[in-house]
């Protein structure tokens, strides 16, 4: 009865001992798979970080991009004010040189 009791125990022994190794095994592949997660998880971060800048730079960009188009807007706005002025100086200054070469021409006429 003892042999049988020893035999029981060595068996239950035998067992805790595969399942030591089986469980030691499985704490092994979670401990790498973890360390895996880590280590992309720092990739992303690492990326996600090159990214936020890029999206930094490119909003600077814009927005000095939109500084250059508000000063090209109104400098475009300024000469076409004054190339409005010019064509009106141009069309006054022309009725009068029209005005001036009728009295010209009617006083050229006149005295005959």
């Known amino acids: 009865e003892l042999e049988s009791e020893l035999d ?41 970080d090159q990214l936020q800048g890029k999206v930094k730079s490119y909003k600077k960009q814009i927005e000095e991009a939109e500084e250059i188009a508000a000063l090209n807007l109104a400098k475009y706005r ?23 070469k009728a009295r010209a021409r009617s006083a050229s006429l006149g005295p005959l």
């Open 8 to 48: 029981a125990e060595n068996r239950r022994l035998g067992d805790a001992s595969k399942n030591l190794r089986k469980t030691e095994r499985k704490i092994k592949e979670l401990t790498f798979a973890a360390d895996e997660d880590k280590k992309n998880h720092e990739r992303m971060q690492a990326l996600i």
């Open 78 to 100: 300024k000469v076409a004010g004054a190339l409005g002025d010019a064509e009106a100086a141009a069309d006054e200054n022309e009725q009068a040189l029209a005005r001036m």
